[in-house]
């Protein structure tokens, strides 16, 4: 007797995504400036409990010690003043100024920004008219005309290079505004009934709160320079107190003979401003969400591979053209390992289409992409299994290999063929790079042939449309684009990437019949990916269903269709409406794909599955061979039950 009872969930794990903080110290030179910075920043602010020499006083008989002196580790300079005392104290005023300076300069052209970029096109032009005056002065030469009138003084220097770095934060954050004010989710805010004001706050300003966070942490260290730079002339701290700038400016007249007193302060002024420019990159990358993955590095040309063992070096079958054998992909993002790809075999047949079918986040994708490396790295990696095109191990091939594959034996059409393309480049152009990347031609030659296949892909009008840009066409003569550039160079495999998902329907139809027959014209064999089995119908010969990361069942498309032997591949069969039956009801997988990070035991889908009991929930279900050249990952088939009830 089928026990319906579902098994209790279990609890779900906690996700070890690494929060801030470890990814700074997972780069190095951001860990290395902020340690230097650390030890910089808490030795300024411990100035005043530290055993050290009255920075101010002097002491002419001591005057121009060399360093490691008894008393005094840097020396002392001309006026006989403990050198390690001044540093000290300096870096804490250097710091305080360099840090307040930045908070005034992004506080109020963050704010001119905001504005500016959110407002009326006339309180947009007065508010960026007055940026433009002021940026219109050189800004040091501007810094020392506030200076000059504003008298010499530290605080005095701290408001001049505050008001000459406003305009840098309001160019950018009004940029950015502009951008964000024109996006639909602020239309949506709009709607509601918020306020100009609530929308700036609530919707815009954490939009941009990252880009100031970052702008100020790249630009401490330039205050920092700057403010020396006035104390350096003159115009900043005046004697006797020190910070990095006059201590530099007092040493230049000895710098020869002893170099040590203008030596030392730069060396800090150094250390200070390159250990803050290395944390501002390390925020910077932080903050990106691109390349929040757990590693800091950005994406390499091609997929890691981390395959514990050698697998078998023998393709399943010697006629086909791709061979994937037990295929598995993870993404590790901290201590969590998301297994998106489970042991995944398919193979694909010359001049065959075979549907790789199944819902969001099945592995659908991220299968495709692994075939030619294409998934990023970090965080993901080929954690084992084979990839064989014509008996050669593609997993096992060296960069220079794979990137002669790539666009020339194997070709990739993605979803969107607006973000595919190259928008400041024309339709000719990249046509042209595509083939010259593989062929040895002429560019004459190459437009030439540019144009056939844009003739192949039936664009009407094909001279104009080389010299179009992607933008300037419709969806659908950018996805015949994307397969032309497929077809580019005589490709043998083409992977195609739900290409038909964005389109109408009219078009979809048009693209899936010039796809067939090309693959028929060309023998080229296409793997297509898609969750709708009414395009599987229309094109593909076999059809291989995914789900969590592994096929489930495969089979001809026919048989699938009329026999699903797995329960996932019957509901969505009964998703799918049919024309002309309008009183067939369709039915609702029940619940949610399971987390790739948190696999249930036994069959992924049993949780979900009407007809499971307690065998389908321990032990690993094998992928069955039965008859017909189908495969099934159930130990309880639909076709099996119906066969022993018609029997019984």
Known sequence: MTDHTEASPTPKTRTNRPGAFALLVNNRLAAGGLLVLGVLVITALAAPILPLADPNATAPADRLHLPFTPNHPFGTDMLGRDILSRLIWGTRVSLAVGVSATLIAAFFGSLIGLIAGFSSKRVDSVLMRGIDMVMAFPYILLALSIVAVLGPGLINALYAIAVVNIPFFARNIRGITLGLSRREFVDAARLSGKSRPHILLSEILPNVLPVIVITMSTTIGWMIIETAGLSFLGLGAQPPQADLGSMLGEGRKILFTYPHVSLVPGVMIFALVMSINLIGDGVRDILDPRLRSGALAR???????????????????????????????????????LKAVGGVDLHLMPGECLGLVGESGSGKSVTAMSIMGLVPTPPGEIAGGSIFYRGEDLVAAKDSRIRVLRGGAVSHVFQDPLSTLHPLFTIADQLIETILAHQPMSRTEARDHALDLLKQVRISNPDERLNAY???LSGGMRQRVCIAMALANDTEIIIADEPTTALDVTVQAQVLALMDNLRREKNAAILFITHDFGVVSA?????????????????????????????????????????????????????????VDDLPRGCAFAPRCPYADADCRHGDIALTATNGGRAVRCIHPLAQTTEETVVG
């Open 299 to 337: 994406p390499v040309a091609r997929t890691a591979v981390a395959r514990s063992r050698k697998p078998d070096t023998r393709p399943l079958m010697e006629a086909t053209v791709l061979d994937v054998k037990n295929l598995r992909t993870e993404f590790r993002i901290g201590s969590t390992v």
């Open 470 to 472: 992607p933008h300037e």
């Open 539 to 595: 094109i593909c010969d076999r059809v291989a269903v995914m789900y969590a990361g592994r096929i489930v069942e495969t089979g001809r498309t026919e048989d699938i269709l009329n026999s699903p032997a797995h329960p996932y591949t019957r509901k969505l069969i009964d998703c799918v409406p049919v024309l002309g039956e309008p009183e067939r009801r369709l039915e609702a997988i029940e619940g949610l794909p399971p987390s």
